[in-house]
């Protein structure tokens, strides 16, 4: 059992007998107060889907719930539905744009390293790798002589994001992006 500062976005725990999918966790640490910090998770309940809110110190142990996780790539999108397929059986996980809309910003149709969480056999959320390649495809024109410790420069990705980059980046270049911090962790190298 991990305690509460262990438990990390998209893991699946288990309170009073039903399963959540953590989204959101904020750490606060109270003033003037012995002890260490609080966390606030925010979670949707697997069977019907309602969010809930809970604070946890982060000492509290916390039960996770069983979940699978299966290796998928980005198959297509049908209106506001999002389909995954299975990389080893070839089965399809459908998902609503609403449920994944953090996630999209970061799946295009070759990102490795996608995993589905699936809980109580239902597909609950989308797990990302730590880092992706995506492609610019909107930003101000390159400086001549911009070193990569100089300015940024905000830039529109291939998915949507928009994140900063040096200036010494230009549209079509492909970057590698931190998926937590949403930030550039450096340029990709053409093959």
């Keep these: 059992m991990p305690k509460a500062s262990e438990i990390k976005k998209n893991a699946a725990i288990e309170i009073n007998g039903d399963a959540y999918i953590v989204r959101d966790i904020e750490r606060s640490v109270?003033?003037?107060?012995?002890?260490?910090s609080i966390y606030r998770m925010r979670m949707y309940n697997v069977a019907n889907n309602n969010k809930v809110d809970e604070t946890f110190k982060d000492s509290d142990m916390l039960t996770l719930a069983d979940l699978v996780r299966r290796a998928v790539t980005f198959s297509y999108s049908d209106g506001d539905e999002y389909v995954f397929m299975d990389s080893e059986d070839y089965s399809s996980y459908n998902f609503n744009k609403d449920t994944i809309a953090d996630e999209l910003l970061f799946i295009n149709e070759d990102t490795k390293g996608?995993?589905?969480v699936i809980v109580n056999d239902v597909p609950v959320t989308i797990d990302l790798p730590a880092a992706v390649d995506l492609e610019i495809i909107e930003t101000d024109p390159s400086l001549k002589g911009g070193s990569a410790t100089a300015r940024t420069k905000p830039a529109t990705l291939s998915t949507g994001?928009?994140?900063?980059v040096p200036e010494h980046i230009s549209i079509g270049d492909r970057i590698k992006v931190n998926v937590e911090e949403r930030k550039f962790t450096g340029r990709v190298d053409s093959k």
Aim: net charge positive; aromatic share 8%.
């Design 161 to 164: 994001l928009v994140v900063q």
């Design 30 to 36: 109270p003033q003037g107060r012995a002890g260490g």
């Design 114 to 116: 996608v995993f589905v």
